[in-house]
């Protein structure tokens, strides 16, 4: 059987199978090599996701345990208080704190897996006025109800509890900032990935599976290349244990 990657965090992992995603253009990477399978839930926190971990991750199946996991949470956390979506905050402390709890999850599952954490990505303020205005008009926000500063708190936590539990991370709030014109180059509306964004966080992400354990151009094929395949003995192939 193939191994499997799940990508599991909110609306951006979400999205990262529609054209240009970063989740699509992974499965890609590792079509016939992986199962890249999306758990990605618009809107919610890292207090919402715990919830999740039994159902998507359970520990007493007999379905074998993701080789790899991507947790990409922290965009509605970091949500301000007193604004709009307020519901979705989560304190920067206990956004830290469920992190760490969904990572010893994830390690009971499987010791062996590859966990990659990833930082909310950076948040383009007038981006996100310019969205809202477009969709409600004078009933719009008068404030973002994100900041990139605040973004900015809870990827340095992320990237720091990485560092701390051993695991990889990706501080994707830093990294698209080091281009110029991110705000609009990499984000649609502020906050969600553009196609450029979207292959920032692909390129980031092999980058990591990559100089793990997980590299696409190491791993073999499910089954042979058809050009190994002879016709007048096609069974004779598929006798082989590897190809």
């Known amino acids: 059987m193939r191994p499997r990657i799940v990508l599991f965090g909110d609306s951006i992992t979400e999205q990262s199978f529609r054209s240009g995603g970063w989740g699509a253009s992974l499965a890609d990477t590792y ?6 399978l999306v758990r990605g ?14 159902h998507i991750f359970p520990l007493d199946s007999s379905i074998k345990a993701p080789a790899a996991t991507t947790v990409f949470f922290g965009a509605n956390d970091a949500a301000l208080q007193g604004r ?9 402390e206990e956004y830290k704190d469920n992190l760490q709890k969904i990572v010893q999850h994830l390690k009971k599952a499987s010791p062996t897996m590859l966990v990659v954490l990833i930082t909310p990505p950076p948040v383009d303020e007038e981006g996100r006025m310019e969205f809202a205005r477009s969709q409600y ?10 900041t990139n500063e605040m973004a900015g708190v809870y990827a340095r936590q992320c990237v720091e509890l990485a560092k701390e539990l051993g695991v990889c991370s ?3 709030w830093s990294k698209m900032q080091e281009t110029e014109g991110w705000q609009k180059k990499f984000l649609s509306d502020g906050l969600h990935l553009t196609p450029e964004g979207n292959a920032v966080v692909h390129q980031e992400v092999v980058k990591v599976f990559s100089e793990a354990w997980l590299s696409a151009a190491e791993m073999p094929y499910d089954f042979p290349h058809h050009s190994k395949i002879v016709p007048q003995d096609p069974g004779k192939v598929f006798q082989q244990k590897c190809w």
């Open 170 to 172: 990706i501080d994707i």
């Open 137 to 146: 008009g004078e009933k719009a926000m008068t404030q973002p109800e994100r």
């Open 84 to 92: 709009n979506n307020e519901r979705q905050h989560v304190p920067v």
């Open 41 to 54: 839930y618009g809107g919610y926190n890292t207090r919402w996701a715990l919830f999740l971990l039994h």
């Open 31 to 36: 079509s016939r090599k992986a199962d890249v």
